[in-house]
């Protein structure tokens, strides 16, 4: 990816104007990036944590089912919008020649604003319930990281794609609302029954979100031999977008 200081300050300015975009004509503003993941919580309190009585392994349901929405809000934050990026800077595409990957890093860099903000209310909730900060919490750096890492290449090769199949924007929309349902985010994966739990974790982020609670909400490190896959997923996918975008690159400016 390039790294030169006109690329980091265009990327600057890119996500700058996604966030502003965001909350422009909002009577909240900014609130959104906190008020979103609550209301979603307090859904997910009524429907998985009183009706259905979904297992949290022991966990309070609240600091449970908040950590998977804090995580599932880079997927939801960065994948759709990022599909939809390149498209959606159509005129400055089509007119200005820059480098392109700019764009979709963009949007995924804005949702990473989003979900550090949302975090905060992670962290209070970590304290009310007292659990206990140990070093074991830093292994939440190399897991976001995969996290980062697969939904960057997936937005990669999604953006790149829509740019010819418009209609993959929404097919991106409904696949990660059901990835979400297929996601440990509001139930822990104990609630899968034992002969679906193989095809169940077949979904990288079954390990990533497993992982982030053991390290954030239960003080100790998890097992690095189970982030095996996530990682040699996210390294596929990234590799894919990257391939795809620049392949696919020259002809953004006829195409969008």
Same mark, same amino acid.
């Given at each position: ?15 700058? #104007?996604?966030?502003?975009? #965001?909350?422009?004509?909002? !009577? ?7 008020? #979103?993941?609550?209301?979603? %919580? ?20 609240? !600091?449970?089912?908040?950590?998977? @929405? @804090? ?17 959606? /800077?159509?005129?400055? @595409? ?33 304290? /009310? ?11 939440? %750096? ?13 937005? %990669? ?8 199949? /418009?209609?993959?924007? /929404? ?6 609302? @059901? ?29 990533? +979100?497993?992982?982030? #609670? ?30 795809? +975008? ?11």
């Amino acid at each position: 990816m390039p790294a030169s200081p006109q690329f980091g300050y265009l990327l600057y300015q890119l996500t700058l #104007r996604d966030l502003k975009a #965001r909350y422009k004509q909002t !009577l909240l503003g900014s609130f959104w990036a906190l008020g #979103r993941p609550l209301l979603e %919580l307090a859904v997910y309190a009524v429907v998985f944590g009183a009706v259905l009585k979904a297992p949290t392994d022991g966990l309070p349901y609240n !600091l449970f089912a908040y950590a998977g @929405v @804090v995580l599932w809000s880079v997927v939801a934050g960065a994948l759709p919008r990022g599909t939809r990026s390149i498209t959606g /800077h159509a005129a400055l @595409v089509a007119r200005t020649p820059f480098p392109k990957l700019a764009i979709p890093l963009s949007a995924v860099l804005a949702a990473l604003v989003d979900t550090a903000l949302a975090a905060i209310v992670l962290v209070i909730l970590m304290v /009310h319930y007292a659990v206990p900060f140990t070093w074991a919490i830093w292994w939440i %750096l190399p897991i976001l990281f995969l996290l980062i890492t697969l939904v960057t290449g997936l937005t %990669l090769l999604a953006s790149a794609l829509h740019v010819f199949y /418009h209609d993959l924007g /929404h097919a991106v929309e409904l696949g990660v609302r @059901v990835w979400q349902l297929l996601t440990p985010v509001a139930y822990a994966t104990s609630a899968v029954p034992l002969a679906w739990q193989g095809l169940y974790r077949l979904n990288p982020m079954v390990a990533l +979100f497993d992982a982030a #609670r053991v390290c954030l909400l239960r003080g100790h490190a998890p097992d690095p031999a189970t982030l095996i896959y996530p990682a040699t997923f996210a390294a596929a996918a990234l590799g894919l977008g990257m391939v795809v +975008f620049r392949a696919t690159e020259p002809y953004f400016a006829e195409s969008v």
